[in-house]
Nanobody, 115 residues
């Protein structure tokens, strides 16, 4: 099983960034997918979730209206489009897959929002 995030980097406040997560080794279309983020010294925070068929999404209040999660089951990919970024969005972003009690995690990609 592998989840590999990409697309992190340095962006100025107000800018945009798109993250991607490539999945392999499991039946991707059976899993709900989520993006989490974590700042050193703080708990990991759920950012956004999309159901297995993409029919439903949910967002943390802090990102709703700015971030968009999507998935492509044909490509085993999940995405996070981040707009109007703020310094407070700086964190390591993790991709996660969940099916009942089974969950998988990627190693994360760093997003830094700074001028």
């Amino acid at each position: 099983v592998q989840l590999v995030e990409s697309g992190g980097g340095l962006v100025q406040p107000g800018g945009s960034l798109g993250l991607s997560c490539s999945a392999s080794g499991f039946t991707f279309s059976s899993y709900d997918m989520s993006w989490f983020r974590q700042v050193p010294g703080k708990e990991r925070e759920l950012v956004a979730t999309i159901t297995r068929n993409g029919g439903s999404t949910n967002y943390a209040d802090s990102v709703r209206g700015r971030f968009t999660i999507s998935r492509d089951n044909a490509k085993n990919m999940v995405y996070l489009q981040m707009n109007l970024l703020k310094p407070g969005d700086t964190a390591v972003y993790y991709c996660s897959a969940r099916y009942f009690v089974t969950s998988y995690w990627g190693k994360g990609t760093l997003v830094t929002v700074s001028s």
